[in-house]
Every structure is written in C-alpha cells, then in structure tokens.
C-alpha cells in the first residue's frame, strides 16, 4: 500500500437540505486544505434537497454532483467512486468532526492500515459537546447489535469520518448496496470479510442537535438492513 506522506485528498460531503450549514463549513475546510502541504478536492453530492443546498455549493466553486436516491448512503456512494484523489475521506456537512482531525487518519494509513475510521467511543475520544443521554443509549445499543450482527471489534461504526485509499474506496462502495445509513456497516462488513486492517481513530466530535436523523425511522431501516447485509453476503451476491 502506498503511504500519504503527500497526498492529494479527496473530500465527499453528502448534503440535504444544507443550504445554510454549507457556506461556513465550505469556507472552513477550504482554508484548512489550502495551507495544507498536498492537493485537494471537495466534492459536495447534493441528495435530492429541497432547498438551495446545491446552488450554495456551486458558488463556493467546489465539485457538486447530484444523487438523486435519498439516503446517505447512496450520497456518499456517489462521492467516493467520483473522486480523483489517492485519498479519499467523508464526512458529514455539519462537521461534527473538525476537518483537522483528518491528519490523525492519516498518520494511521501511514502506519500501515488500509482504512482509517474516526471514533467517538474509545477512551482518548473527545467529546466537548456530547449527545443527549437517551441519543447516546440508543447509539450504544445500536452498536452493540452491529457488532453482534456484522463489525466485529470497532466500538463505533457510525462516526461520519472515514479515510480510504482511492482503490480500497472503489473496491469497497463499488460493491455498496445500502442506500441509507446502514452503509457504514455495509462498507466495513465488507472490509473485515476481505481481511482489510481497520484503525479505529479517537478523534474529536462535536454533537449538533440540527440533526437530518431520525432516530426511530432510521433505527428501523438500519436494522432491516444489516439483516439484507447478512443475507446478500451469504447468497454471494457482493461483486467485491
């Protein structure tokens, strides 16, 4: 695997509706990356919005493209398999993970893994501004039927802040199914079942209530979907 000791990053961020949390948050990563010592892009994938998310997005001069699928999964999709870098990282409009924390994945790519997953949930996480307590239950719960179900041994699935490599991404969303947010567990299923090495980052997340979940709707929809995940795996239908 070739080290990013000077890469050129790629950025997906899938938006709904955004068309107010995108200008600042475009306008911070933009400044970040560009004193940063490697090329970049930033590749806005508007899902379906019903506001003026993609507009807001073509005027900051970043790459839009339109998935019109609703659901994460099928926005993310998109972005990956669409990016030009030999690195390729998503995350979520609102970022919840500062964009700095990107250089923690990094430093783990170096060291010799082949996906770098951001973390709420190990010990050295910081979280300054945390969840309500009955959003973080449900989410401890979740992960644990997620490791029982699919992802074994990573303590948090969910963070929207994920490294690949450009060709372990194509591999990987190539072969993605899952249109909403059960992709997450999709995408690592598939990585652990290809014996690909997983680091699970403590990284800095910030909780913001505006939030495009909803918690019982997708609740259901994850858990109906890590059954198709289980049955799609054992019928051999994965093009991986």
Same mark, same amino acid.
């Given at each position: 695997?070739?080290?990013?000791?000077?890469?050129? !990053?790629?950025?997906?961020?899938?938006?709904?509706?955004?068309?107010?949390?995108?200008?600042?948050?475009?306008?911070?990563?933009?400044?970040?990356? @560009?004193?940063?010592?490697?090329?970049?892009?930033?590749?806005?994938?508007?899902?379906?919005?019903?506001?003026?998310?993609?507009?807001?997005?073509?005027?900051?001069?970043?790459?839009?493209?339109?998935?019109?699928?609703?659901?994460?999964?099928?926005?993310?999709?998109?972005?990956?398999?669409?990016?030009?870098?030999?690195?390729? !990282?998503?995350?979520?409009?609102?970022?919840?993970?500062?964009?700095?924390?990107?250089?923690?994945?990094?430093?783990?790519?170096?060291?010799?893994?082949?996906?770098?997953?951001?973390?709420?949930?190990?010990?050295?996480?910081?979280?300054?501004?945390?969840?309500?307590?009955?959003?973080?239950?449900?989410?401890?719960?979740?992960?644990?039927?997620?490791?029982?179900?699919?992802?074994?041994?990573?303590?948090?699935?969910?963070?929207?802040?994920?490294?690949?490599?450009?060709?372990?991404?194509?591999?990987?969303?190539? @072969?993605?199914?899952?249109?909403?947010?059960?992709?997450?567990?999709?995408?690592?299923?598939?990585?652990?079942?290809?014996?690909?090495?997983?680091?699970?980052?403590?990284?800095?997340?910030?909780?913001?209530?505006?939030?495009?979940?909803?918690?019982?709707?997708?609740?259901?929809? @994850?858990?109906?979907?890590?059954?198709?995940?289980?049955?799609?795996?054992?019928?051999?239908?994965?093009?991986?």
């Amino acid at each position: 695997m070739t080290t990013p000791s000077s890469p050129f !990053l790629s950025l997906v961020i899938p938006a709904y509706n955004e068309e107010r949390r995108l200008p600042p948050t475009l306008e911070h990563v933009k400044q970040y990356l @560009a004193v940063q010592g490697y090329p970049s892009e930033i590749i806005v994938v508007d899902n379906n919005s019903k506001d003026a998310t993609a507009e807001v997005a073509r005027r900051a001069g970043v790459i839009v493209l339109c998935e019109p699928r609703r659901g994460k999964g099928a926005a993310v999709r998109t972005g990956m398999l669409a990016a030009k870098g030999e690195y390729v !990282l998503f995350s979520d409009a609102d970022l919840s993970t500062p964009i700095e924390e990107v250089e923690k994945l990094m430093a783990a790519l170096r060291a010799g893994h082949d996906i770098a997953i951001g973390s709420r949930a190990l010990p050295e996480s910081h979280l300054p501004v945390r969840q309500p307590w009955y959003r973080e239950l449900v989410g401890r719960a979740g992960n644990l039927l997620v490791r029982m179900m699919a992802v074994h041994g990573i303590a948090d699935t969910q963070c929207g802040f994920k490294l690949f490599p450009r060709e372990t991404a194509r591999r990987l969303f190539g @072969a993605q199914r899952m249109t909403g947010i059960a992709f997450d567990m999709e995408v690592l299923f598939l990585a652990q079942r290809l014996g690909l090495k997983i680091a699970e980052v403590p990284v800095t997340w910030i909780d913001n209530p505006d939030t495009r979940i909803s918690r019982v709707r997708d609740s259901a929809d @994850a858990i109906k979907d890590l059954i198709r995940i289980r049955i799609t795996w054992l019928l051999r239908r994965y093009q991986v």
